[in-house]
């Protein structure tokens, strides 16, 4: 086992150069030279020429393109990754101060499509055909056909403006910092990311549920006198959700993807947010930033599905 | 469209099983017997006509500022009022939905495309072939086009085609995985067998075997591919990173519905686009469903 995850784990090291390469191929594709930004065309003069070729020199502009690439992923792996041209900050601090409220966002609302999911994709699968069943299809499918962005203006158009009941925007209130306020900011943001990521999860515990009911296992648990309820929680539901939380941990990124928009609507001060932020302004530091953490983030959790694959079910056997 | 599709059903089904009725005609049938499906069918067709004929709904030009105009509530003459620079909602509505519907089919075709070539090759070759292309699909399909569109719109600028092809790129693996998993199987049957016995290639298995065994299976996908396309699309340029204003499309509608007051004192500008992507996605899922049922009836989900 350790062979295959050390395996994996090198299989990612290289899909993480690969994905380096692209996205240092995608910032020297991208418009405008540094250096001619730095001086705009109607401040040049005569000496203007040498100036634009020692600063090139000064930055390692001059040199081959892969001794450039080395040096920038150089200084990535060590922790810089350069400073924001929109507020001067160190891009490393920028994203570490975000991480926080996104993680809280993310968490409670993988936890919330996780407690909607499973009985809702359990009722399904053990009624299926039946009216429970189609119900939960609606359900579910209404949650992966909504824009959860529209859901979102849905919630604060009701909630915040007509109602008054919720903040439509940020993490708290400032300069009012209680339990209660910041539970009220984060009912809504939760809720529809929660929500919108339950659609597809129902699905799949739906599916996986059916899968098992017709193992033999469930007609030795019948045949011995396991009553109904015990066949579904105690055996059919420990083995469905194998493949599940597999799911799960896949599905982290989109969550992310998710929150990204979420955090839009909401102002929630979080990864997402600055990434738009940084994007609206062009603020190439920050935006490979945060592809590079991005990209860190979905191999570790494509780590972490082989990882609980291996770990949950002994039936695995690796190579 | 349905009955084109179902023909192609009964070309790869006709000898694998003799039937009183044809395949063709059982798919049909099926399809037919799903009611949602048909709902889908009927709506769909609603939203293609109204955006197709445009012109002839709606007089305005949904990119014509007016600004003595400005922020009516609907009325009968604008019949979903009018936005912050005069232009009429309804007339944007429908042209949005041009937009919104071509990103949805491109991106589909694209990622089907790509994701039945290469699920073809992989089921056919196997080997280290099969396990490589099994691995970027793994790859692609774990960063979402959402993200990858940021990185992407931020560097080089957003645009339709930019977003199109992103999406394709990024959603292959859907159609991908479903084609080798058909090829595994069609690779251990006796035709195919002894089509490679007597040296054909790759290629000709590809297009006289694997593309008509797979048609029914690629067209599902296809179909649920467009229903992600338009959601895809509506989020991207939701946020900017997709269809440029002034050129409307249902995502970009809601883009000025992240201000407090547009979300409180203009509904007429958001709840509608908002309604038609739902509406929208909901039917194309129905019909894929539909398609699953009639065209590929041993998995009854």
């Known amino acids: ?319 | 469209m349905t009955e084109s599709m179902a023909a192609g059903a009964a070309e790869l089904s006709a000898e694998a099983r003799p039937a009183l009725r044809s395949p063709g005609k059982m798919a049909l049938r099926r399809f037919l017997r799903h009611k949602l499906a048909i709902a889908g069918v009927v709506v769909l067709l609603l939203v293609i006509v109204t955006t197709v004929f445009a012109p002839l709904l709606t007089s305005f030009d949904p990119t014509r500022v007016d600004l003595s105009q400005v922020r009516q509530p609907p009325s009968g003459e604008h019949l979903l009022g009018t936005d912050g620079s005069g232009r009429d909602v309804f007339a944007r509505l429908l042209y949005a939905g041009r937009v919104s519907l071509l990103v949805g089919v491109f991106s589909a075709l694209l990622a089907v495309g790509i994701g039945t070539i290469l699920g073809a090759i992989a089921g056919i070759l196997g080997g280290w072939v099969d396990s490589l292309v099994m691995r970027a699909a793994d790859v692609f399909l774990s960063f979402p086009v959402l993200v990858v569109m940021i990185v992407i719109a931020g560097i080089l600028g957003p645009s339709v085609t930019t977003m199109v092809i992103a999406i394709g790129v990024f959603t292959w693996p859907g159609a991908g995985r479903v084609v080798r998993g058909v090829t595994l199987s069609l690779r251990e049957r006796e035709f195919v067998q002894a089509a490679q016995a007597f040296g054909a290639r790759t290629r000709w298995l590809v297009v006289h075997h694997v593309l008509p065994a797979v048609l029914g299976q690629v067209v599902v996908v296809a179909t649920l591919a467009v229903a992600t396309g338009i959601l895809l699309e509506a989020s991207l340029s939701f946020l900017g990173l997709g269809v440029q204003p002034p050129q409307p499309s249902w995502g970009n509608m809601l883009t000025d519905a992240q201000r407090l007051t547009v979300i409180s004192q203009m509904p007429w500008l958001w709840i509608p686009p908002g309604v038609a992507v739902a509406i929208t996605v909901l039917s194309v899922n129905f019909v894929g469903d539909g398609l699953r049922d009639a065209l590929d009836p041993r998995e009854t989900s």
């Not at chain 1, 993480?16 to 020297?28: A, E, M, N, P, T």
């Not at chain 1, 699968?125 to 579910?140: C, F, H, M, N």
Request: proline fraction near 6%.
């Open chain 1, 1 to 319: 086992m350790a062979a295959y995850l050390v395996r994996r784990a090198l299989i990612s090291v290289l899909v993480l150069v690969l994905i380096s390469i692209g996205i240092f191929w995608l910032f020297r594709l991208a418009p405008g030279d540094p250096v001619e930004m730095m001086l705009p065309p109607q401040n040049r003069g005569p000496g203007s020429e040498v100036f634009i070729a020692a600063k090139r020199a000064e930055l390692g502009l001059d040199k081959p393109i892969w001794v450039q690439y080395f040096t920038w992923l150089g200084n990535a792996v060590s922790g810089d990754l350069g400073f924001s041209m929109d507020s001067g900050r160190s891009v490393g601090d920028l994203l570490g101060e975000r991480v926080g409220p996104t993680v809280y966002l993310m968490g409670l609302s993988l936890l919330l499509s996780v407690l909607i999911a499973v009985p809702l994709g359990l009722l399904a699968a053990v009624r299926k055909g039946k009216l429970a069943d189609y119900a939960a299809s609606v359900v579910s499918l209404g949650a992966v056909c909504t824009p959860p962005f529209f859901l979102g203006i849905l919630g604060i158009y009701i909630f915040s403006l007509k109602l008054g009941l919720l903040p439509s925007a940020g993490m708290s209130t400032p300069g009012e910092y209680s339990v209660g306020d910041s539970l009220s900011h984060l009912v809504m943001p939760l809720v529809i990311l929660g929500f919108a990521g339950s659609g597809a999860l129902t699905r799949y515990v739906r599916s996986s549920v059916i899968a098992e009911l017709h193992s033999d296992y469930v007609r030795t648990a019948e045949a011995k006198g396991v009553s109904a309820t015990g066949v579904v929680t105690k055996h059919v539901l420990r083995n469905a959700l194998i493949p599940v939380i597999t799911i799960i941990a896949l599905s982290l990124p989109g969550l992310l993807a998710g929150a990204v928009v979420i955090e839009t609507v909401f102002a929630w001060p979080g990864m997402g947010q600055l990434a738009i932020a940084a994007f609206n302004g062009r603020d190439y530091p920050v935006i490979i930033g945060f592809a590079l953490f991005f990209s860190i983030m979905v191999l570790v959790s494509n780590l972490i599905a082989d990882l609980l694959y291996t770990l949950v079910d002994p039936r695995v056997s690796l190579r």
